[in-house]
């Protein structure tokens, strides 16, 4: 996710050849109601770098910041997440 337009978020993602959409937060409704921290790149807000865990039932489980190390980080990210559904698989059986 990120405050940039959807039409810049699609541009990003055909030159990163990425295999799933990106969320454009460009009003700042969900950057705002989750109080995410931010920055000004000149005349535009921006969210800084982290990374939330959601869960199935949409509720945040765990959220990653300050991000300094992305590839540390989004092992981490993943292994909070398989442990989330794992743990869920656990108490529903």
């Known amino acids: 996710m990120s405050t940039q337009t ?3 978020q699609a ?3 055909r030159a990163e050849d990425l295999p799933f959409p ?3 937060d460009a009003r700042l409704q969900l950057t705002a109601g989750l109080r995410l921290p ?3 790149a000149g005349q535009d807000l921006r969210i800084k770098r982290l990374i939330l ?3 199935p039932d949409r509720t ?3 959220a990653l910041f300050p991000i300094t190390d992305i590839p540390a980080a ?3 990210a993943l292994t909070l997440a398989v ?3 794992n743990a869920g698989h656990a108490s529903a059986g």
């Open 6 to 8: 959807p039409e810049e």
């Open 11 to 13: 541009a990003f993602a």
């Open 22 to 24: 990106l969320l454009s």
């Open 38 to 40: 931010t920055f000004r």
């Open 53 to 55: 865990v959601i869960g």
């Open 60 to 62: 945040v489980r765990h």
């Open 74 to 76: 989004v092992e981490q």
């Open 83 to 85: 442990a989330g559904r």
